[in-house]
């Protein structure tokens, strides 16, 4: 497809339990990011990855989250022994080269109960 | 780093009428200021972005102004219809640090036919 694609769209976990989230940017796109949106909120930076550098992971909220891009496409962003408060919508974007237009997915939605 | 504060979190307009989204920002390396349309379920979609030797652009019915002494930027939308509702989001990021976009807060604008 032409745009970021997302997968699962809707995952629905237990607390304790891990998760993996897949992102597959636009073909050539360098840079991929991932952020987290919270109900009503806006978007919370977490990782970042452009082409063979080491990934910006300023922003992972604990050492339970975790990202890898292999081959410099497909993206994972894991979560081990996921909490409630986890709960949330899961981004990615992708863009040519960074600080350039960025092309979202439509998420992953994460319910921990 | 970099602080965008947005505002109105809401906003209700006629349809026909114009709507007005501001923004702020405090790192004055800032220089790329894209704006971002969410729709239910969807991932942000990028509807128009300015780069700091402008201070404004349009694109038909949608236009951003930029004003880089006060470091503010604005998103107007003129002759508003009801597809225009929708959460919009103002970003900045900087050349020297394009590994993050700073998002704001989200303005949920609802036009009233």
């Known amino acids: 497809g032409a745009g970021v694609s997302q997968s699962p769209s809707n995952k629905v976990t237990e607390k304790g339990k891990d998760v993996e989230l897949r992102c597959d940017p636009i073909?050539?796109?360098?840079?991929l990011y991932w952020y987290r949106q919270s109900l009503g909120q806006g978007l919370e930076f977490l990782i970042y990855?452009?082409?063979?550098?080491?990934?910006?992971k300023s922003g992972l909220p604990s050492d339970r989250f975790s990202a890898e891009r292999t081959g410099g496409s497909v993206s994972t962003l894991t979560i081990q022994r996921t909490q409630q408060e986890d709960s949330a919508v899961y981004l990615c974007?992708?863009?040519?080269?960074?600080?350039?237009?960025?092309?979202f997915g439509d998420g992953t939605r994460l319910s921990i109960l | 780093g970099e602080n965008v504060e947005q505002h109105p979190s809401t906003l209700s307009v006629q349809e026909g009428d114009s709507a007005v989204i501001k923004c702020t920002y405090s790192?004055?390396?800032?220089?790329?200021f894209p704006w971002y349309k969410q729709e239910l379920g969807k991932g942000p979609q990028l509807i128009i972005d300015?780069?700091?030797?402008?201070g404004e652009k349009k694109d038909q019915r949608i236009a951003v102004t930029l004003n880089k002494t006060a470091k503010h930027f604005s998103l107007h939308i003129t002759e508003t219809q009801p597809e225009d509702s929708a959460v919009y989001f103002c970003?900045?990021?900087?050349?020297?640090?394009?590994?993050?976009?700073?998002f704001g807060t989200g303005t949920s604008l609802t036009v009233i036919p």
């Open positions: 970003a900045a990021s900087s050349t020297n640090t394009g590994n993050q976009f700073y």
């Open positions: 300015i780069r700091s030797n402008v």
């Open positions: 990855f452009q082409g063979n550098s080491a990934p910006d």
């Open positions: 974007a992708s863009s040519p080269q960074k600080n350039q237009p960025q092309h």
């Open positions: 790192d004055s390396a800032s220089n790329y």
């Open positions: 073909s050539g796109h360098t840079a």
